[in-house]
Antibody, heavy 120, light 111 residues
Framework: QVTLKESGPGMLQPSKTLSLTCSFS??????????VSWIRQPSGKSLEWLAA???????YYNPSLKSRLTVSKDTSNTQVFLKITSVDIADTATYYC????????????WGQGVMVTVSS | DIVLTQSPALAVSLGQRATISCRAS??????????MHWYQQKPGQQPKLLIY???NLASGIPARFSGSGSGTDFTLTINPVQADDIATYYC??????????FGAGTKLELK
């Protein structure tokens, strides 16, 4: 059974760095082709793909945010991390991690999401 | 980036057919693969994959959902609509990566 779960700070101040963790089970990120992505959704709005890391450690970023994003994974291939630097109010959103079995493949499993509020 | 355009809302009666469209700013097809996917999202829940590569039903999805299209024009059809189908539906392209892009979503409402 594939499950993913996001965790994060809940709330942070503008200009800080947001650190998110995606913990997953039921698959291994060391399996050829596997990819874990980060996607966010401001309340009442659509979805925005942020970044991804694949089984081989290759990283992919949304060009519009690339300078602020860092995606990584742990050596046991059961967690993926996302850091967003210099957050502001516009980064307030629910952040999801999602799995796909390739780069041009849809997201077949999603975490429940973690809400992050940026506020002073 | 490839921009996906969806109508914001669609009102439908229970038991009727719902047709939700998604238009891409450029082709999302590679060879015979149409790299457009559809998700359903209910309030407070994560998105759920319904249709992949334009017309393939994801695992566990009822057969009343279907998808069609190629190139730049795609359609998600629900027939017949049931009460449990009231949700927001998003299209997503994986032709260009990065970045993957999503449509703005179509909210399916009861008439």
């Amino acid at each position: 059974q594939v499950t993913l779960k996001e965790s994060g700070p809940g709330m942070l101040q503008p200009s800080k760095t947001l650190s998110l963790t995606c913990s997953f089970s039921g698959f291994s990120l060391s399996t050829s082709g596997m990819v874990v992505s980060w996607i966010r959704q401001p309340s009442g709005k659509s979805l925005e793909w942020l970044a991804a890391i694949d089984w081989d450690g290759d990283k992919y970023y949304n060009p519009s945010l690339k300078s602020r994003l860092t995606v990584s994974k742990d050596t046991s291939n059961t967690q993926v991390f996302l850091k967003i630097t210099s957050v502001d109010i516009a980064d307030t959103a629910t952040y999801y991690c999602a799995r796909s079995s390739g780069i041009r493949v849809p997201f077949d499993y999603w975490g429940q999401g973690v809400m992050v509020t940026v506020s002073s | 980036d490839i921009v996906l355009t969806q109508s914001p809302a669609l009102a439908v009666s229970l038991g009727q057919r719902a047709t939700i469209s998604c238009r891409a700013s450029q082709s999302v097809s590679i060879s015979r693969y149409n790299l457009m996917h559809w998700y359903q999202q209910k309030p407070g829940q994560q998105p759920k994959l319904l249709i992949y590569r334009a017309s393939n039903l994801a695992s566990g999805i009822p057969a009343r959902f279907s998808g069609s299209g190629s190139g730049t024009d795609f359609t998600l059809t629900i027939n017949p609509v049931q009460a449990d189908d009231i949700a927001t539906y998003y299209c997503q392209q994986s032709r260009e990566s990065p970045p993957y892009t999503f449509g703005a979503g179509t909210k399916l409402e009861l008439k």
